[in-house]
């Protein structure tokens, strides 16, 4: 059964900077397509960035020249750089990853507030 575990998130100003980190467990993290997703309290989960095994990435209009997706193989890990945070960057972000079945880390709490 393969685990996601998320961390790094918590409270920063405006204009900070934080770095997620999601660590996996029990399967082959180098065959994963791995995602960062966000939500808020009463919309949707939506995709923020994503990066699949060749190391190709793509990122959602609202985070491109902020945020950057990367993964590493060895440590079986993928992490999301946020820069420049906005307070509309506040939400619980979530880890997936797919490869022939997806799985969801629990997520962990960005807060962006002065």
């Known amino acids: 059964q393969v685990q996601l575990v998320e961390s790094g998130g918590g409270l920063v100003q405006p204009g900070g900077s934080l770095r997620l980190s999601c660590a996996a467990s029990?399967?082959?993290?180098?065959?994963?397509?791995m995602s960062w997703y966000r939500q808020v309290p009463g919309k949707e989960r939506e995709l923020v960035a994503s990066i699949i095994r060749t190391g190709s990435t793509n990122y959602a209009d609202f985070v491109k020249g902020r945020f950057t997706i990367s993964r590493d193989n060895a440590k079986n890990t993928v992490y999301l750089q946020m820069n420049s945070l906005k307070p509309e960057d506040t939400a619980v972000y979530y880890c997936?990853?797919?490869?022939?079945?997806?799985?969801w880390g629990q997520g962990t709490q960005v807060t962006v507030s002065s």
């Open positions: 997936k990853g797919v490869w022939l079945s997806t799985f």
């Open positions: 029990g399967g082959t993290f180098n065959r994963y397509a």
